[in-house]
């Protein structure tokens, strides 16, 4: 095994693209050996832990009445400090820029006056990017906070060429994709799970997000809609969010309710993903597509938009298809022409299986290991 590292994860505590793959990603490292330290508001949906070489340490942000926002990054960066100084960490790595990058960098400037160098290493995730970190209020410190981190990651060359354009940055960004651990989509004999959703002669459409608008949750509905009325098929939604009011209300205005099923937070997706037979994603802004891919990982292949990274992960054609944001009709075509008989189903499954497994951990881990020794091999003499 290589040489241990001791390394700081910040990351917010949701179920959201970029706390799951900092969780992920922290967990694997630490299953070789590394020891892995989080930092985040409360624990991060996915972390474990009880697993060994992993510690939590929790921002706690005090609720004094003189703020009406409370100072979230200055209690970050302290508690930041305070941890790399006591466990001696090589390194810290933040997830999403805002205001992470920001506090990581006040970390690395108060360590400094110590005699202490801390590499910083900012990984953007999207609307980091292209919602949040572009308003006016942020773009300045957000560019300031990325150009001065020592290694920069993004997850797919669309958020990378995003990120050049919105912003002057002076740092080269690495591209360093999303991952999946395909062992945790084995398939299985027993799909109990399929014969509670659908009869075995319905197919099976699936949508996974957090319901909220960039999601677009209503194209989902209506090209449900569409595709029930050709073949028997169900809709399976998995998620909490503000448009789920949205969402009934159109599927009561199809009549579909005894077609639509939702889950809301399921625990098991992977139980989920495999019993489905096509995954809609018609997302009108996606950095990389993570919720694709876990679908792709369970051999599901995946109708999406063309919106930012997915096509990069859903190649069209191959693991399903691509379409232009909005187009329900397009989508609708698309899904029957994967799900009209068993043999074309199964060749877009095989070939969605195929793509996921490029994206395997395996092969995504060796390059953030890479970058990290850099940075550490790279620090200031004490």
Known sequence: MSTIMKIGIVCYPTFGGSGIVATELGMDLAEQGHHIHFFSTSLPARLDNKLPNI?????????????????????????????????????????????????AYFTKMMLREKGIDLPVIT??????????????????????????????????????????????????????????????YLPEDNLCCRENFASPNERIVLHVSNLRKVKRIEDVIATFNLIQKEIPARLIICGEGPEWEVAEQLIEEFGIE????????????????????????????????????????????????????????NIDGVTGFTCPIGDVEMMAKKSLEILKDDATLNAFKERAKAQAIAFDKKNILPQYEKIYAEAIQNKLPS
Do not use: C, W
């Not at 958020?159 to 999946?180: A, E, G, M, Q, Y």
């Open 258 to 313: 005894d077609k639509v099923k939702s889950l809301g937070m399921v625990n098991d997706l992977h139980a989920v993903l495999r019993a489905a037979d096509l995954f809609l994603l018609p997302s009108e802004q996606e950095s990389f597509g993570l919720a694709a891919l876990e679908a792709m990982a369970a051999s599901v292949p995946v109708v999406s938009s063309d919106a930012g990274g997915l096509v990069e992960v």
């Open 123 to 184: 990984t953007l995730h999207g609307t980091d990017i292209t919602l949040v970190g572009k308003h006016p209020v942020y773009k300045s410190a957000v560019e300031f906070s990325i150009n001065q981190s020592d290694y920069v990651t993004s997850v797919s060359e669309s958020l990378k060429r995003d990120t050049l354009n919105i912003f002057d940055i002076k740092k080269d960004i690495i591209v360093v994709p999303n991952f999946i651990d395909n062992e945790q």
């Open 55 to 103: 510690f939590f340490h929790r921002v706690a942000v005090e609720n004094y009445p003189l703020f009406q926002y409370q100072p979230y990054a200055l209690a970050l960066s302290t508690i930041l400090g305070e941890v790399a100084e006591r466990y001696q960490l090589d390194l810290v790595h933040v997830h999403y820029a805002i205001p992470h990058a920001y506090a």
